[in-house]
């Protein structure tokens, strides 16, 4: 293996890692994060002459640590910081009394989501400091332009710093309050590394992955948290139908085309208990109902059937408690099925412009039922805007075909 490519595999696998770490006891995310970019920089220059190290993990970790030092030694105003950095020992336990958390990054993705960093930057935050992701990526996502994003999280690292957040863990009685936003940013993780698929960016292929991992830390940490199991349950029924997602040759298969022997059984189980057990706690929230309405798409590999009416009753629920773009969308799917598609229709008009303008699936239906009512004028419109949103070939060319479907119904 070349330098360049174990410097590659060492920030896919460990970038969040380290800068939680870094982070939880440098107290400063910017600093953190500058130190190991200066890390990895100095792996590429001296690893193709010195040779890769048995542990490139742990060689970034010295490497930015002593970047941190020599940075605090050029401040007098970081004395206390200095003296947390000089501990000799890699491995630092939790002290007496504070939690036991089970990861560097969960423990940071808590801090995070401190009540004196603004709600509307919690998320993005975590998904850049904890989760490697850039702004375009974390821009993307929350449908914000990138510098717009890249602006937002420069200002936020800034306030922390400079205001003196205080950077530690909350207590067991706090931790409830913070569940929320931590939450948003594993899904968030999650939905993009599950975009991360053949012709996907593979620095994020294992995003997916991750997040599910650090949901079920989630629920070890908290295990009555009844949003924790859901969005556990949630990212395991998407998983389960990882492999009927694309071809053998990598064209995209929508969910009502897909073949349900190649869903993962054993996954949609494990979803079933964790929805069942989040039930139990009489805490209904996002995450379950989400969960719930991918449980009823589950239930086709069993009767051959979508049960329509369910789904609808689930999404009228869902946009009561969470009235995103996604939920609405998803609503007008079921309701074309079970009113027709000029009542779908008429939802999707309703969702005010600055929220569907740039949300590619919202296209992607309304140029589907547009060609069911014949007007292929407007369905044409609506393809050629989603396209444009589209930055995966595969559902790209998915949608290029149905166009010219409909182009040759004219």
């Known amino acids: 293996m070349d330098a360049c490519r174990a410097a590659e595999l060492a920030a896919r696998n460990s970038?969040?890692?380290?800068?939680?770490?870094?982070?939880?006891?440098?107290?400063d995310i910017a600093a953190a994060e500058d130190a190991l970019g200066d890390a990895f920089l100095k792996a590429l220059k001296t690893w193709p002459d010195k040779g890769i190290p048995d542990n490139p993990e742990a060689w970034l970790l010295v490497t930015a640590r002593r970047r941190l030092?020599?940075?605090a030694?050029?401040?007098?105003?970081?004395?206390k910081l200095l003296n947390t950095l000089n501990l000799s020992g890699v491995e630092i336990s939790d002290a007496p009394g504070e939690i036991s958390f089970p990861d560097e990054r969960l423990k940071l993705l808590f801090i995070c989501a401190h009540p004196a960093i603004n709600v509307t930057i919690r998320t993005p935050l975590m998904l850049q400091t904890v989760m490697g992701l850039n702004a375009a990526q974390i821009g993307s996502a929350f449908l914000v332009a990138p510098t717009t994003m890249g602006q937002r999280l420069v200002r936020a690292k800034a306030k922390i710093r400079d205001a003196g957040i205080p950077f530690r863990l909350p207590n067991l009685q706090a931790l409830p309050d913070r569940l929320d936003a931590v939450l948003e940013a594993i899904y968030a993780a999650y939905t993009t590394g599950w975009d991360a698929v053949i012709g996907g960016d593979p620095r994020h292929k294992g995003l997916a992955d991750e997040a599910?991992?650090?949901?079920?830390?989630?629920?070890?940490?908290?295990?009555?948290?009844?949003?924790?199991?859901g969005l556990l349950a949630l990212m395991l029924y998407c998983s389960s139908r990882r492999a009927a997602r694309r071809t053998a040759t990598g064209d995209y298969v929508p969910l009502s085309e897909q073949d349900t022997s190649l869903w993962s059984q054993s996954?949609?189980?494990?979803?079933?208990?964790?929805?069942?057990?989040?039930?139990?706690?009489?805490?209904?929230?996002?995450?379950?109902?989400?969960?719930?309405?991918?449980?009823?798409?589950a239930q086709r590999a069993v009767t051959q059937r979508t049960d329509w009416e369910t789904l609808a009753q689930l999404y009228t629920g869902l946009i009561q408690v969470s009235p995103t773009i996604g939920a609405r969308v998803g609503h007008g799917v079921a309701i074309a099925q079970t009113q027709g598609i000029s009542q779908s229709l008429a939802l999707l008009d309703a969702i005010p412009t600055k929220f569907s303008q740039n949300y590619q699936p919202y296209w992607a239906l309304r140029a589907h039922l547009l060609t069911q009512l014949g007007d292929h004028a407007a369905a044409q419109q609506a393809y050629a805007q989603a396209i444009g949103l589209t930055e995966d070939l595969a559902i790209r060319n998915f949608l290029m075909d149905k166009a010219n479907e409909g182009s040759l119904e004219i």
């Open 15 to 27: 970038y969040g890692r380290l800068v939680a770490y870094l982070a939880v006891r440098s107290r």
């Open 69 to 71: 030092i020599d940075v």
């Open 73 to 79: 030694r050029r401040s007098q105003t970081h004395a």
């Open 212 to 229: 599910i991992w650090l949901a079920r830390l989630c629920v070890q940490l908290m295990p009555e948290a009844a949003e924790a199991r």
């Open 267 to 297: 996954l949609v189980q494990q979803a079933e208990r964790e929805l069942y057990q989040a039930s139990t706690f009489g805490n209904l929230g996002r995450f379950q109902l989400e969960a719930a309405i991918q449980s009823v798409h």
